[in-house]
């Protein structure tokens, strides 16, 4: 894997002419702890991720794949989903106090702006999901 790649391991689920899914289990840092069935706190999801499929390629569904995304797409998804909104929410509240307004329309205000932003990021949600695009690797053969 390249320094320039963030990269899950995955299961192939189904495969179309226009898209492969893949499962990939999510697990959060405490899931690998040899205690995680008596502690109740760990995290595993499955998510499935659409990619783009190649028809030059030999896969079928159950078979283990590498789903990579260039880090650099990573970096960009949490600006857009973390440190924007912050800074939309911080911007408002430090404005809006110094100019004394109420602490409740401070607050309902900044909320609602952040709000607003994350609509408008689901509404181009097509145009971003072509920025987004996961690829295939096969697994290197275990010698």
């Known amino acids: 894997m390249a320094k ?3 990269s899950h391991l995955g299961r192939i689920v189904e495969i179309t002419p226009e898209m492969t899914t893949v499962e990939i289990i999510s697990s959060s840092a405490c899931a690998a702890c040899h ?12 998510k499935l991720i659409g990619v783009p499929t190649d028809p030059y390629t030999l896969r079928e569904p159950g078979d283990e794949v ?11 998804a949490v600006w857009l989903s973390y440190v924007i909104p912050l800074m939309i929410l911080m911007i408002l509240i430090l404005s809006l106090s110094s100019v004394t307004v109420h602490e409740l329309y401070v607050g309902l205000i900044s909320i609602g702006a952040v709000a607003l932003y ?3 990021i689901f509404l181009l949600r097509d145009r971003l999901s072509k920025d987004f695009v996961f690829y295939i690797k096969d697994l290197p053969v275990q010698k």
Do not use: F, P
């Open 66 to 76: 590498q789903v990579v995304l260039k880090r650099s797409m990573g970096l960009k």
């Open 118 to 120: 994350y609509l408008v």
């Open 4 to 6: 320039n790649e963030i």
């Open 35 to 46: 205690a995680k069935g008596v502690c109740g706190v760990s995290e595993e999801q499955v």
